[in-house]
């Protein structure tokens, strides 16, 4: 039997605006917050990144991470759902969107006429290169959203250590296809 969270969402009618941001605090113990829209302080991107820090995780570690949770909790916000009501369903549809999703154009802040140097004047996409199969700039890139899985994982990983999460991971370790298992 087919339940409701088990019909995929139309991800391509799906708007994710881009509300709240990851901010640079100048603290050496906190170098980067994520806000909601509002400009209120996540608190559980919060805790989570000041694990990172104490176990000696970089600045540019955190900001990479920070980046990620920034594009989840967007999603999420789009769809209504809290990040601790979050399913399996939210998590494959987050990655399906990821595969699909253009990355926004925004113009560098040296170059706001989009001017720069070496700089692509076309529209970046997740568009598949025909000869080779593999994935062409923009969010949507494979390595991407294995990177992008493996930190929202690790994140809801921590959270469950804690308590302070949902009870199941919606991000659950990749299943192997039995051509896999032997590396």
């Known amino acids: 039997m087919i339940s409701d969270e088990d019909v995929p969402r139309n991800l391509t009618l799906l708007v994710v605006p881009l509300l709240g941001s990851l901010e640079a605090t100048g603290d050496l113990f906190v170098p980067y917050r994520l806000v909601d829209g509002g400009g209120v302080a996540v608190e559980p ?8 820090a104490a176990c000696g995780r970089p600045a540019t570690t955190q900001r990479s991470y920070g980046m990620d949770l920034l594009r989840w909790f967007r999603f999420l916000w789009a769809l209504g759902v809290g990040w601790d009501q979050a399913t399996r369903v939210e998590a494959r549809d987050f990655c399906r969107w990821l595969a699909v999703v253009a990355k926004p154009k925004r113009p560098h802040w040296r170059y706001p ?37 493996s930190v929202l994982r690790g994140f809801y990983d921590f959270h469950l250590e804690a308590g302070t999460g949902p009870m199941v991971n919606p991000f659950p370790l990749p299943r192997l296809s039995p051509l896999e298992q032997d590396d």
């Open 45 to 52: 991107v919060a805790v989570f990144l000041a694990e990172l």
């Open 113 to 149: 006429a989009g001017d720069a140097p070496g700089a692509r004047k076309e529209h970046v996409s997740a568009v598949v290169n025909e000869v080779t199969g593999n994935d062409r700039g923009g969010t949507g890139t494979r390595r991407r959203r294995r990177l992008t899985a």
